[in-house]
């Protein structure tokens, strides 16, 4: 099993809508947890992290944590064709970060 | 402000043909990593680095060797290459205490023949 899974996809949704991301992790010793934007040909960019159970916000991005089941999510409104990329969930536990192997979402125009 | 640089960007090698992989970071972070992407893989961590003087393996670090030469440089080297160690390869820093928070470098594209 490995330790963190997502489906990988592709996700597509039309423009306006909201896209759901999901992403679960097998240790529960992990600590601190991340959403990881990438565009084809480029480094991945953090645009999240959650480090409670709940739920936070910002701008059009909502990430949830549930750590009792061990799930991670990542919400977003209105989704625009720019957000077309690969989304990494990352989770840390001590120094190191494990990523899942992505998720590509399509966001038609 | 550059951030995370790496280098080469790009190399062709043959197969037990050796070399390294620079990765330099101007943030004063003081953990370091390797990180290697193939298709459908995610991100893979090979070694990394807590802090100055220390270095660890990671999920995949067979094959591969780490010198973490001072605060800002880590360097990947492979002795012997294969074409299984085809793949981009990046290098990423993060500031002690914020573990998981990674700035990473552009990437590095090798190709093993």
């Known amino acids: 099993q490995k330790e963190v899974e997502q489906n990988s996809g592709p996700l597509s949704v039309p423009e306006g809508a909201i896209a759901s991301l999901n992403c679960t992790y097998s240790d529960r010793g992990s600590q601190s947890f991340f959403w990881y934007r990438q565009y084809s040909g480029k480094s991945p960019e953090l645009i999240m992290s959650?480090?409670?159970?709940g739920d936070k916000e910002d701008g059009r991005f909502t990430a949830q944590l549930n750590k009792a089941s061990q799930y991670v999510s990542l919400l977003i409104r209105d989704s625009q064709p720019s957000d077309s990329a690969t989304y990494l969930c990352a989770v840390a536990l001590g120094v190191k970060t494990i990523f899942g192997a992505g998720t590509r979402l399509f966001v038609k125009a | 402000n550059a951030g995370v640089t790496q280098t080469p960007k790009f190399q062709v090698l043959k197969t037990g043909q050796s070399m390294t992989l620079q990765c330099a970071q101007d943030m004063n972070h003081n953990s370091m990593y390797w990180y290697r992407q193939d298709p459908g893989m995610g991100l893979r961590l090979i070694y990394y680095s807590a802090s100055e003087g220390t270095t660890d393996k990671g999920e995949v670090p067979n094959g591969y060797n780490v010198s973490r030469l001072n605060k800002r440089e880590f360097s990947l080297r492979l002795e012997s290459a294969a074409p299984s160690q085809t793949s981009v390869y990046f290098c990423a820093s993060s500031e002690k205490g914020v573990t998981g928070e990674l700035f990473f470098g552009e990437g590095s594209r090798l190709t093993v023949l």
């Open positions: 959650i480090y409670s159970n």
